[in-house]
């Protein structure tokens, strides 16, 4: 099973940028460039809910709350994906994972705290 690890969380003003960066690891490069990668959040108090996910050779799907602030973007060489957080809101609160295959049986990250202050 691969493994995921995020990084690039942290405290940033509202107006702020932030990436996040999720790298994966006991995989192959071959493999790797057929995953379906996803960024999903989970505010306090609330569910999970999915940020943006990719599937190799589709369109990058948004939710509507982060579409033009949000970029997500897959780099195959270093097994890796990001997500560029622009005008960060306090709304963007949450804590932020990777996940790769699917919310239901995929694997996920650890998570990474993003605290969005006013």
């Known amino acids: 099973q691969v493994q995921l690890v995020e990084s690039g969380g942290g405290l940033v003003q509202a107006g702020g940028s932030l990436r996040l960066s999720c790298k994966a690891s006991r995989s192959i490069l071959s493999t790797f460039r057929g995953y379906v990668m996803a960024w999903y959040r989970q505010p306090p108090g609330k569910q999970r809910e999915l940020v943006a996910r990719e599937r190799p050779g589709s369109d990058i799907q948004y939710a509507d709350s982060v579409k033009g602030r949000f970029i997500m973007s897959r780099d195959n060489g270093k097994k890796t994906v990001h997500l560029q957080m622009n005008s960060l809101k306090v709304e963007d609160t949450a804590v932020y994972y990777c996940?790769?295959?699917?919310?239901?049986?995929?694997?996920w990250g650890q998570g990474t705290q993003v605290t969005v202050s006013s």
């Open positions: 996940n790769e295959g699917g919310e239901q049986f995929g694997s």
